[in-house]
């Protein structure tokens, strides 16, 4: 008899498991995290959920049974830190992120290898109810008490030593839920009878839901194999509102079962112990109408398994949520050692990474990117407002700028009239010889005339555009001696009148003049008649307005005195007074005719680094004030007046230190685009200056820098811009020295906010 060979069939030929692939994130806080809505996290989990004929499939005649999911979130603590992970279905990953980044605010998600610890390493202690899994734990959404009280643990934590919170969620299908929901109505009842409801009261109404599960997975084989249509029913029956309002929403809540397990690692064994029950204790802040207790667990169990097989619970993603926390303001406060992002990083659009002048480096997780103001041809004439305290680095970030603006060859011009004039200095020091012109009002070879130059007229020019000429001129006076602020003699328009009356004709006359000869005209009868008759004919027609005007200063009485000449015009002379008695170089620039001005015009259009240095040491605040609205006059001026070839950059520190430099900003800002100008203005925050320069530097596009340090009210100017990015209050606190929030102005997004590192 032959035997036939009996050949033995490989079950993998036939039936192959498929393990879920999983990903490890680790989750770094901010102090604007909030944990009010971590429940959501896991209403996401229990999407996870595959049923039975999902999960078994047939291909190619082979039965292809694909692992259950689940998702799974750990806190690791250790003296030197505390840090927070999620394992998470690769499959979910997305989702899981967006839903993170939805539930706290500003929180950085990076893929990690592993965790950093192996559970199996240490003494392990499940947390299971106590009593039956409908009544719940006590959930107060307001309340990061279990993660604080966790980390009390600390206080006895040594080196070298270890403390882990392992949660294991399982996803539940409504079906089971429900089924859940049904069975735990008797119990329900039970407990508002004052029945003592312990966990093991559990097992009859577990077993139903065993059996009904058994039925689904037999259907659900049938169906992958048959690919027959289920029917499927759902039995809601909520609980009634009769215990604690906890207890009372798992009713109508959610229901995912949880696993949770605490290790700790040490040197002994005892001592591992001691630390997984001083951790234990501290789950009492959750008591409620349940509460938990913990048992050993001596076998090594696969955190990647769908179910870890130690006990699990019913909980309410309310309850769950209450695991599910990260460190937040408060504790991060109190404990120094947990892991957290003190900023929000946010990458520059992408039109930012390439330009002339740096913003400054702006770290993105692992990345650095060097950004830089737009060039976009009309970007890039917008202002800029630097905003922070005394020391915050608004001169060094102002001379970094200067270094780029000089390097690609546009004008500068510095109109420094603080302390020492640091910022000028430092800027002169990187400037080459034949780019720089500094004009020191304390240095008398150095002197302007108080003279607006950039008004001329050639002789060919019509005696109508001449007239013309002189009477803008003359206008600027009113703005200069209304710097000096004298509340005991005021500029009535008769005194304005007289004033532009002589200045208009004494330009006519010589274009040169000095501001003294437009005062001797009005005070001197002699010197007013004078150069009234050396007006030529053409132009004596033009204004006989304003030579009636000074003809008034000249009526005499019966006696032939000159009647109170001197009222009619002792505003302007009290200011006057003012100007020459309060120093000799503002009495020197008044003395003096424009002969030796610097030609703003021709400067700025040659791209020229004009330093303006106004030494607080050498005038008083006004005259500094004066002497400031006097050179941003002639600037702007030039501006209209051609000097348009290059563009030029403004820096203007301390602008709210000169009221009259405001009210001129507040119209340059609105037009500078137009003249090839970009102001920089340094400020500790926008309301300092007046309401119409903040309204103006809002209203014009500028870019904005918050320097460390800067105050809370500059962050509250700008709120509704930085939250509209995801930033925050806590975000401006905790930037580092040299470090600013940036909001910038730029052609891709309009505005983008983010943090940046100035440049070196």
Not at 162 to 191: C, D, H, R, T
Not at 563 to 570: P, Q, R
Not at 602 to 608: Q, S, V, Y
Request: glycine letters at 4%.
């Amino acid at each position: 008899m032959i035997k036939k060979k009996t050949e033995s069939i490989k079950l993998s030929k036939y039936i192959e498991i498929q393990k879920a692939e999983y990903t490890h994130i680790q989750v770094i806080p901010s102090k604007s995290c909030r944990n009010t809505n971590t429940d959501k996290i896991l209403v996401l989990a229990n999407t996870m959920y595959k049923k039975l004929d999902r999960l078994i499939r047939i291909e190619n005649k082979k039965l292809i049974i694909t692992s259950k999911l689940k998702l799974s979130y750990y806190i690791h603590i250790t003296k030197r830190c505390t840090e927070f992970y999620f394992i998470v279905p690769t499959v979910f990953y997305s989702q899981v992120k967006t839903k993170l980044s939805e539930t706290w605010k500003n929180v950085e998600i990076k893929k990690v290898n592993a965790l950093p610890i192996n559970i199996n390493d240490c003494t392990k202690y499940q947390l299971s109810y106590k009593l039956n899994d409908v009544l719940s734990l006590n959930v107060d959404k307001r309340s990061n008490s279990l993660l604080n009280a966790n980390l009390s643990v600390l206080e006895i934590l040594q080196n070298q030593e270890s403390v882990g919170i392992f949660y294991n969620f399982i996803p539940m299908s409504q079906k089971e839920q429900n089924y859940f929901k049904i069975s735990s109505q008797e119990a329900l009842n039970n407990f508002k009878q004052g029945m003592n409801l312990k966990k093991t009261k559990n097992i009859v109404d577990l077993g139903v839901i065993s059996l009904k599960f058994l039925v689904d997975f037999i259907n659900g084989l049938l169906n992958a194999f048959l690919s027959a249509p289920k029917n499927s029913h759902n039995i809601i029956n909520p609980v009634e509102k009769t215990t604690s309002s906890s207890t009372q929403r798992k009713a109508k809540s959610d229901i995912i079962k949880t696993q949770a397990i605490i290790c700790a690692k040490s040197d002994e064994k005892e001592r591992e112990k001691q630390l997984c029950t001083t951790t234990f204790n501290t789950f009492t802040s959750l008591n409620g109408d349940n509460e938990l207790e913990m048992e050993e667990v001596k076998k090594n169990i696969d955190i990647y398994k769908d179910d870890i097989k130690v006990k699990y619970n019913y909980t309410s993603t309310l309850e769950s949520g209450k695991f599910v926390n990260v460190a937040g303001k408060d504790i991060i406060e109190q404990h120094k050692n947990i892991k957290h992002n003190k900023l929000l990083e946010l990458r520059a659009p992408k039109c930012l990474e390439d330009g002339e002048v740096r913003i400054g480096e702006v770290k993105h997780k692992d990345d650095k990117q060097m950004t830089y103001y737009s060039t976009d041809e009309q970007m890039k004439r917008l202002g800029r407002v630097l905003l922070g305290p005394m020391g915050a680095g608004k001169d060094y970030y102002m001379t970094n700028m200067a270094k780029d603006i000089i390097k690609v060859g546009r004008g500068l011009i510095v109109l420094d009239y603080i302390d020492k004039c640091q910022l000028a200095d430092n800027i002169k020091a990187i400037t080459p010889i034949d780019r720089l012109i500094e004009i020191n009002c304390a240095n008398p070879k150095q002197l302007q005339s108080f003279a607006y130059d950039e008004y001329k007229y050639s002789d060919s020019d019509r005696e109508v555009d001449k007239i013309d000429i002189c009477m803008q001129k003359a206008q600027q006076y009113n703005m200069l001696l209304d710097t000096i602020n004298d509340v005991n003699s005021t500029l009535t328009p008769r005194m304005l009148r007289y004033l532009n009356a002589a200045a208009t004709i004494v330009f006519r006359v010589n274009q040169y003049s000095s501001f003294k000869d437009i005062i001797d005209v009005l005070k001197n009868p002699t010197k007013r008649d004078n150069i009234i008759s050396l007006l030529p004919a053409s132009a004596k027609e033009l204004l006989q307005d304003e030579i009636d005007d000074l003809e008034e200063l000249s009526k005499r009485d019966k006696k032939g005195n000159i009647e109170n000449a001197d009222s009619k015009i002792d505003g302007i002379l009290d200011r006057i007074s003012k100007l020459k008695s309060s120093s000799i170089y503002t009495k020197l620039s008044y003395i003096s005719e424009s002969t030796n001005n610097v030609d703003f015009i021709k400067a700025i259009n040659e791209g020229k680094v004009i330093l303006i240095k106004i030494p607080a040491k050498r005038f008083s605040k006004t005259m500094r004030s004066l002497l400031a609205t006097f050179f941003l006059q002639k600037v702007w001026i030039a501006k209209e007046q051609g000097a348009t070839e290059t563009q030029t950059e403004l820096f203007i520190n301390e602008i709210h230190q000169s009221y009259h430099c405001q009210l001129l900003m507040e119209d340059i800002l609105v037009e500078c685009r137009k003249f090839n100008l970009t102001p920089t203005l340094a400020m500790h925050y926008l309301s300092q200056g007046t309401k119409k320069l903040k309204e103006s530097i809002l209203a014009s596009g500028s870019s904005f820098l918050l320097l460390s340090g800067c105050d809370k009210k500059a962050y509250d100017e700008l709120k509704h811009y930085f939250e509209k990015d995801g930033y925050s209050e806590n975000d401006l606190v905790e930037l580092d020295r040299y470090n600013a929030l940036c909001l910038i102005k730029n052609e891709e997004t309009q505005y983008s906010s983010f943090v940046c590192k100035l440049p070196a």
